[in-house]
């Protein structure tokens, strides 16, 4: 099929290319020339493992590719995604302006037949609103008449995981479509053909609702853990086990309850916000995702407080800091814990120097006055303490007993529950994780 991209954001992108390597022959526009150029030559300007490689030789069957202009694009295929940018407003809710731009281009340069994706993360009811924009602005001899253009709309959210997108597009648990005619959903059912998934198909409204409804509950499930973390260390309790054994039970699973130093990015934060606004203009305030929200908020608080708490004054303290992205195999920071946490810590007077694997550049904007090593080691010498706040997988090969050896003092807490504490402990660091049982002193 013939699918044109609106958008070459991470969504976009990454549908692009996975829509591309699935057979269809894909377009994409985004009105960022400097980025258009990039993607033209093969670079892309997001950290996503293996997306790169699978771009090029698409590009070079000519089975992908990237514009800045509209038409053609438009013009060329019969199934349109709009994948653009959703940012926040100030009040939390979603800012659809950009939405509303692309609804309209649609229709000033469509000339026959085309069905409207929805794939951006947006607040229900959306779809109706793209629907009538579309009408108001095709030009009046194709709204009626013998030249009549007939159009659909429809909601395909995503659920791609940054730093494992490929596969969770290639693999999904499901894919949901909301539809309101047969058209569109058999269109749409012909574009996932190739993947033999399981086919939610819905109306609008209600597609729209799942995405709310699924990245909420497991922002909830990280809320809850997280909460559970700090009851577990003022009763003696270990989170990672009663994460465990809570999970076994096939009706709550495990994945989800990792505790920590809260979630990030550039979904969680940005989808509960809206969700929230959402509920309260439908006039029934989600008050539970409100306190969701504060959990998130408490955790990082808390772990600012437990450094206090071991290392006591942290003016002009070294704190040496492993990991700055808002979750491993990404470089975005968007939202990330780590942006909080290094700006309390500083503003009670301590150093910072840190080290990630891909984020660094994009860390610059969020984090004024760090200074960055170049690798673990270096960033860990002469330390007061290490704190450890994305999972990178090389955070757990290195040498802590040379690390440990390095430092003005071998403490280190893992903001991830990540480490191996024995391991650590044996290695002569005091170790503390999140709701491993070890309360704070003066809670
Ligand atoms: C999320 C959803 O998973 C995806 O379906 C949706 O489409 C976009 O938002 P993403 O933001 O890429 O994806 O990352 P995800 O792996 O879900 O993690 C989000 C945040 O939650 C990260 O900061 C992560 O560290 C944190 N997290 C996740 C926890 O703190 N504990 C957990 O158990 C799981």
């Known amino acids: 099929m013939n699918i044109t991209i609106i958008g070459s954001g991470y969504v976009g992108l990454v549908t692009g290319v996975c829509l591309a ?3 269809h022959r894909v377009i994409c526009i985004d009105n960022d020339a400097e980025k258009t150029k990039k993607l033209q030559q093969g670079k892309v300007p997001i950290y996503e493992p293996g997306l790169e490689e699978l771009m090029k030789p698409l590009m070079k069957k000519k089975r992908l590719s990237f514009t800045t202009t509209f038409r053609a694009a438009i ?3 019969e199934v349109i995604f709009i994948a653009v940018g959703t940012p926040s407003k100030k009040s939390g809710e979603a800012d659809l302006t950009y939405v509303e731009n692309v609804a309209r281009e649609i ?5 026959s037949y085309k069905l409207i994706v929805e794939k951006s993360t947006v607040p229900a009811a959306t779809g109706k609103r793209i629907e009538r924009t579309v009408k108001m602005n095709l030009p009046k001899k194709l709204r009626e008449g013998k030249r009549r253009i007939e159009f659909d709309v429809a909601s395909n959210p995503e659920f791609l995981r940054e730093g494992a997108a490929i596969d969770d597009f290639m693999n999904p648990d499901r894919v949901v479509i909301g539809v309101e005619s047969k058209r569109a959903e058999r269109l749409l059912r012909e574009v996932y053909k190739p993947l033999k998934t399981h086919m939610v198909v819905t109306n609008i409204n209600s597609a729209e609702m799942i995405k709310h409804a699924a990245n909420s509950f497991l922002a909830t499930k990280i809320s809850f853990a997280n909460a559970l973390s700090q009851i577990c260390d003022r009763v003696g309790a270990d989170i990672l086990k009663v994460a465990d054994g809570m999970g076994y039970d096939r009706r709550i699973g495990r994945s989800f309850l990792n505790a920590g130093i809260g979630y990030g990015g550039s979904c969680f934060p940005k989808d509960v916000d809206a969700f ?9 305030p989600f008050e539970l995702l409100k306190e969701v929200r504060n959990i998130n908020e408490q955790q990082k608080a808390a772990f600012v407080k437990l450094v206090e708490d071991k290392l006591w004054i942290l003016k002009n303290k070294v704190i040496g800091v492993l990991g700055l992205a808002f979750k491993p195999d990404t470089d975005d920071m968007r939202n990330a814990p780590s942006i909080d946490i290094i700006r309390a810590l500083q503003h009670e007077g301590a150093r910072i120097k840190a080290y990630d694997p891909q984020a660094v550049a994009n860390s610059r904007p969020y984090l004024k006055g760090v200074t960055y090593g170049k ?14 706040l994305t999972e990178w997988a090389e955070f757990k090969k290195l040498n802590y007993k040379k690390i440990g050896q390095s430092m003005n003092r071998a403490l280190i807490f893992d903001g991830r529950n990540f480490l191996n504490d024995k391991d650590l402990e044996n290695n002569g660091f005091e170790y503390h994780g999140i709701g491993r049982g070890r309360p704070v002193e003066n809670p």
């Open 75 to 77: 013009k060329a295929s």
């Open 21 to 23: 390597q699935i057979g």
């Open 276 to 284: 929230i606004r959402l509920s309260e203009k439908s006039g029934y």
């Open 107 to 111: 229709a000033v340069n469509m000339d």
């Open 375 to 388: 690798d673990p080691y270096a960033t860990a010498k002469g330390c007061d303490c290490l704190l450890l």
